[in-house]
C-alpha cells in the first residue's frame, strides 16, 4: 500500500522559505493515474489544501488562490518524492502541514503523511 | 469563515446516534461534487472515513453511514463508542476557487 513520509525542518524565521518532502514509497511519484497534494491545518484557518502536482504525459500544478504568488510543489523522480516551498512566510503560516495522494478521477485524499509541524518565529 | 460550514460540535452517550452536517453552496457540493468524510484523532492526520457521500473504505465500522441531498451532506454515527471521540470534516470540491474546501470540524464528544 502507499505510504507517505514527510521531512523537513519544524521552525522557520520570517521572512525566509519553508521547505517540505514527502517520500513516497508504494507507488511512483510519475503516476499517471495520482496526483500529489500539500494541506495543511491551524487553529486559525482549519483544514486547508495548497496545491498538487501531477503527471499526465507532462507537469502540472494546481494551486490554492491563497498562497498561489508564493508556492511551488516539484517532483524528484529521481528520490520519489514531491517537495513543498513556501516563500515569504510569516506568523500566519503556522501549522501543520499534510502531503497526501489524490487518485485519478478522485476527488478525495487517502493517504495523507504523518504531518509536520512548522512554527514561523524568530 | 470555511466556505463549507459544519456545526463546531455535537456530542452524545455511549449507544446513542448523532448526526453531523455539512453545508455548501451552488459552486461546491450543490453544483454536484461529492462530499467525502474524515476522522482526525488528536495528533494525527485525518483518516478517510466516507467517500463519494455514503461509500465506506474497508475497515470502516457500518456505525458510519453518509449522504447528500443538495447543498448539504451529513454524516452519522449509531452505536456511539468512546472511541469515536474525535474531530470530523467533511471535503468537496470548489470550482469558483478551483480547488479543494474542507469544513471547518466538529468535534463530537461522547459522554
Known amino acids: 500500500q502507499v505510504q507517505l513520509q514527510q521531512s523537513g525542518p519544524g521552525l522557520v524565521k520570517p521572512s525566509q522559505t519553508l521547505s517540505l518532502t514527502c517520500g513516497i514509497s508504494g507507488d511512483s511519484v510519475s503516476s499517471d493515474s495520482a496526483g500529489w497534494n500539500w494541506i495543511r491545518q491551524s487553529p486559525s484557518r482549519g483544514l486547508e489544501w495548497l496545491g498538487r502536482?501531477?503527471?499526465?504525459?507532462?507537469?502540472?500544478?494546481d494551486y490554492s488562490v491563497s498562497v498561489k504568488s508564493r508556492i511551488t510543489i516539484k517532483p524528484d523522480t529521481s528520490k520519489n518524492q514531491v517537495s513543498l516551498q513556501l516563500n515569504s512566510v510569516t506568523p500566519e503560516d503556522t501549522a501543520v502541514y499534510y502531503c497526501?495522494?489524490?487518485?485519478?478521477?478522485?476527488?478525495?485524499?487517502?493517504?495523507w503523511g504523518q504531518g509536520t509541524l512548522v512554527t514561523v518565529s524568530s | 469563515q470555511s466556505v463549507v460550514t459544519q456545526p463546531p460540535s455535537v456530542s452524545g452517550a455511549p449507544g446513542q446516534s448523532v448526526t453531523i452536517s455539512c453545508t455548501g453552496s451552488g459552486s461546491n457540493i450543490g453544483a454536484g461534487y461529492d462530499v467525502h468524510w474524515y476522522q482526525q484523532l488528536p495528533g494525527t492526520a485525518p483518516k478517510l472515513l466516507i467517500f463519494?457521500?455514503?461509500n465506506r473504505p474497508s475497515g470502516v465500522p457500518d456505525r458510519f453511514s453518509g449522504s447528500k441531498s443538495g447543498t448539504s451532506a451529513s454524516l452519522a454515527i449509531t452505536g456511539l463508542q468512546t472511541e469515536d471521540e474525535a474531530d470530523y470534516y467533511c471535503?468537496?470540491?470548489?470550482?469558483?476557487?478551483?480547488?479543494?474546501?474542507f469544513g471547518g470540524g466538529t468535534k463530537l464528544t461522547v459522554l
Open positions: 502536482t501531477y503527471y499526465r504525459s507532462k507537469w502540472y500544478n
Open positions: 463519494v457521500n455514503s
Open positions: 497526501a495522494r489524490l487518485n485519478r478521477g478522485d476527488y478525495w485524499f487517502d493517504p
Open positions: 471535503l468537496s470540491y470548489d470550482s469558483s476557487l478551483s480547488g479543494w474546501v
